[in-house]
């Protein structure tokens, strides 16, 4: 199955590191940067991944946006997402950019990544040293298991 994911991953390039593993087990995924490819076309994709850091308890705005505009209709869709603070609603924005193509949800997996944005830079980050190798690996896991 021909597979994109399109990601935004700043600051400390938690999320990128779970795609170039991936990437690494299944060189036909195709990744996206949205910021150096904001009108990229994924018509010829039948499954598609999400992926971001979390920004203030959400995906990145620009990642939304680009799935609003420019997620094909129908298809296969799965989420990949790091954070500094514990899991909790950060789905909602991409989650209704998705439901609004009907796309199908396949899976999701998170997973800690060093965040130092904001105040979190006073004391010096949270989540020290993740994503770890381990975590990593459970993104291959994952997305082995779609």
């Known amino acids: ?25 299944d060189p036909s995924v195709c990744l996206i940067d949205v910021t ?3 009108d990229a076309d994924l018509s010829a994709f039948e499954r598609i991944g999400l992926a971001s850091g979390i920004y203030f308890s959400s995906f990145a ?16 869709v799965f989420y990949l997402y790091t954070h500094g603070a514990p899991a909790g ?3 909602k924005g991409i989650r209704r950019a998705a439901a609004g193509k009907g796309c199908r949800e396949i899976g999701v ?28 690996a459970g993104a291959v896991d994952f997305y082995r298991s779609l």
């Open 1 to 25: 199955m021909k597979t994109a994911i399109v990601y935004f991953s700043r600051h400390h390039g938690n999320t990128k590191k779970l795609l170039d593993a991936i990437a690494a087990a």
């Open 36 to 38: 150096e490819q904001p």
């Open 61 to 76: 705005k620009p990642l939304i946006a680009f799935a609003e505009a420019h997620l094909p209709e129908n298809r296969e």
């Open 89 to 91: 609603g950060f789905l």
């Open 109 to 136: 997996y998170h997973c800690p990544g060093f965040d130092t944005v904001g105040p979190l830079r006073l004391i010096g980050g949270i989540a020290k040293g993740h994503p770890t190798a381990k975590e990593i």
